[in-house]
C-alpha cells in the first residue's frame, strides 16, 4: 500500500511531460504559420526568381 501512495505522488516525471506538451504545442503553431502562408510565400520567390531571370536575360 505505502508502494502505491508513493507511485502516485511522485512528480519526478510532470516535467518532462509538460515540456513535451510544450513542444508539441510549439509544432502545431509553427506548422499551421507555414500551411497558412506557404502558397504566398513560394509565389513571393517565384516572381522574385523570374525578375532575376529576365535581369540576367535568361
Not at 503553431?29 to 523570374?50: D, E, P, Q, Y
Request: overall charge neutral.
Amino acid at each position: 500500500m505505502t508502494t502505491l501512495r508513493r507511485f502516485l505522488t511522485d512528480e519526478s516525471g510532470a516535467t518532462s511531460l509538460e515540456y513535451g506538451l510544450i513542444i508539441s504545442l510549439i509544432f502545431l503553431v509553427i506548422l499551421s504559420a507555414l500551411t497558412a502562408f506557404g502558397g504566398t510565400g513560394s509565389g513571393i520567390f517565384n516572381t522574385a526568381m523570374n525578375s532575376l531571370k529576365t535581369a540576367i536575360g535568361g
